[in-house]
């Protein structure tokens, strides 16, 4: 069994969502995030959303998920010093040309290109990871150890 995760940034409201979910990251696995996930929990600026942010921010500290960089590089989502400088790899096959898509592209490839199983609720990213050679799960699946 794979012990490496790659943690969508959604994955953190799940957690939060789920009174017993802390629970299921305590088996010994490493898990793994890059500034995007970082990067868009910083972003929530809704000061009615101020109490969910630290909740989220203090999740992320307690889990002590790695950082790595993402392995490319995108104008406009990248951070410098944070993101390598690759050949776009998987980009283009994960976000079909959708720019939208740009973000989750990024947390995809990190996950196949450092060997994580990716834990998404987003199942076209899913799909795209497995269909690229990668391994993803739904929270669910990893939750209740159905993989």
Known sequence: MEDRFMLDTHIFDAILSDK????VFSRGHKYYVC?????????INDPLKADKKAKLLALINKINPEMVPTESFVLGFSALGQAKLGNGGYI??????????????????AAIKNNCVLITDDDVLRKRVIDL????FS???YK???Y
């Open 20 to 23: 017993n979910a802390c629970d």
């Open 35 to 43: 500034h995007i996930q970082k990067n868009e929990i910083d972003a």
């Open 92 to 109: 283009e096959d994960l976000r079909k040309g959708n720019i939208n898509n740009t973000k989750d592209a990024l947390i995809g490839e």
């Open 133 to 136: 050679g990668g391994k993803a």
């Open 139 to 141: 929270f669910n699946d």
């Open 144 to 146: 209740n150890k159905t």
